[in-house]
């Protein structure tokens, strides 16, 4: 029991020394004034400033009592001394030299000092009053190259100073309340800026700071405006056709940009997005091929200068159209008279020149054959090439001057029963030696009708005198 607290004795003890351990003595509230310690004294050129930092030095201790001393700054000429005022313990009387860098530029600080014993202070120093150096000057000269696309060019004269190290270049709009930082040029004799991404025809404002190696920014320079440049002038009276067989024209004012190099067309199905790049050009007209029929698009033109920007063109929209195709004709009739079809239809379209006429022949399950009869100036066809036992069916389509076609008619069909004997069957049957002898059948139509293959006796047509 008795080692047991024996043990916590040490650890407690040994945990309070190296808790006290590198921690630097504070003055004591009610602590002893012994009036025989030494006074510190600075010495004749004991206070040295810049801009961020005081240095002080003093004369040495030779008091052997002495452990170290107590250092005081203050912020105003006030005769009121406080426990606020302490800043720092120089914990070995031979030391003679304090560096603070806890100042700002162009203040004013009032030191003092006292020594201490390990049970007593001496009485209050006399106060020194030490002033930071006033922040120095910016740049002399600074120039700002507007006019620029979505740029602006800073560049500044060399600082003099030679212990600036790198320059803060700030920025600010019509819209900002205040500078911002917006990038840092290391090297005093770099002296040039390039400000990127930037609005178009826009002001901006520049300013610059020098930066010193300590880190010390001086005044701010002389403020440079300038305004980017402008995008060039948007595209006016934009035309397109209608009209146009497998085309669209488009035509547009040209545009009074001085450094104008060409045009973008823009081109798509829906109006207000999905535009597509389709050519540039120099002239203020274009042709955009289509081979589609009554194709719509819509266009967007935009004007591109020599620094490449790009007017503006997302607003204006325009809605050109190849040629329609013609409409197609009204059949009116459709007639299977004497082995021959008619079929007679109107013209729907004054566009028209004339037609085309599909036949399509269903000749069995698997076999089919289409015709095609072009450049029909009236307004009536007859086919009289059919076969028996066949079905066939027509369109008609209307073509314009373009060579246009409509889209067909509506479809006819017919179903061909077994035709009646006629010349043609019988010639079918045997080849004549001669077409002329063809003359001495005489077979009225009328005839044919009453004819019936089955009673026919071929046996008894002498065909070689036929």
Known sequence: MKLSILSSSLIVSLILILSGCGAKPKPKDGAVVDSTLPEIILTQNGTQSTMNSIALEWKPVVDKRVRGIYIYKKTDDSDKDTKNDFLETVDNRFSTHFLDDDVNPNSKYIYYFKTYTDAAESPKSKDYTVSTRKIFDSVSWLYAKGDMPR???????????????????????????????????????????????????????????????????????????????ALPMEIKNITVTTNLAKKIKLNWDKTSSPDFLYYNIYRSQNVDSGYELIARVNNNTYIDSIEKDGEKYFYRISAIDKDTLQSNHEVNSVLGMTLVKPTPPTLLEAKLIDNKIVLKWENADIRTKKYIVIKKHKKSLFDFQEDQFNDIQSTNFVDADILPNSSYSYYVFSVDENGIFSEPSIEIKFETKELKSSMFELRKIKPLAEETKIEKIQIEKTKIEEIKIEEIDFEEIDFEEI
Request: aromatic content about 10%; hydrophobic content about 40%.
């Open 151 to 229: 740029s602006a060019k800073i560049i500044w004269r060399p600082h003099k100073n030679k212990a600036v190290d790198a320059y803060i270049i700030q920025r600010k709009t019509l819209e900002d309340e205040s500078f911002k930082d917006i990038a840092k040029v290391h090297g005093r004799l770099n002296v040039e800026y390039i400000d990127t991404k930037l609005k178009d025809k826009f002001i901006y404002m520049y300013q610059i700071r020098a930066l010193t190696f300590d880190s010390i920014r001086s005044l701010p320079s002389d403020i440079v405006k300038i305004s980017t440049k």
